[in-house]
């Protein structure tokens, strides 16, 4: 079966750094796209950044452009989110979401997220 496994998530004071992982597996992993999500009780989940299969292309939320940074390495079939200058209200679940983009039969699948907790 298809996995996706998130990691690297933990406790981290304001203005730290957390890098986290999202292996995937059962899948050529270089067909599918990646967004990572995050979602807080109070909030709706939010798209916060994505990479293209090829990791030519990213975007960002704006409200975690030029502090986050997605990559991908297709070799280890891992993207990675690497967070810095992290505030309060970054702390929520995030979610991995790998995708096919495929017009015909278009896949997705979810991790179970990793909780990150920006906190003094």
């Known amino acids: 079966q298809v996995q996706v496994v998130e990691s690297g998530g933990g406790l981290v004071q304001p203005g730290g750094s957390l890098r986290l992982s999202c292996a995937v597996s059962?899948?050529?992993?270089?067909?599918?796209?990646v967004d990572w999500y995050r979602q807080t009780p109070g909030k709706q989940r939010e798209l916060v950044a994505g990479?293209?299969?090829?990791?030519?292309?990213?975007n960002y939320a704006d409200s975690v452009k030029g502090r986050f940074a997605i990559s991908r390495d297709n070799g280890k079939n891992t993207v990675y989110l690497q967070m810095n200058s992290l505030k309060p209200e970054d702390t929520a679940v995030y979610f991995c979401?790998?995708?096919?983009?495929?017009?015909?039969?278009?896949?997705?699948?979810w991790g179970q997220g990793t909780q990150v907790t920006v906190s003094s």
């Open positions: 990479i293209s299969s090829g990791g030519a292309m990213t």
């Open positions: 979401n790998a995708q096919r983009k495929r017009i015909t039969t278009p896949e997705d699948y």
């Open positions: 059962g899948v050529i992993f270089k067909f599918y796209a």
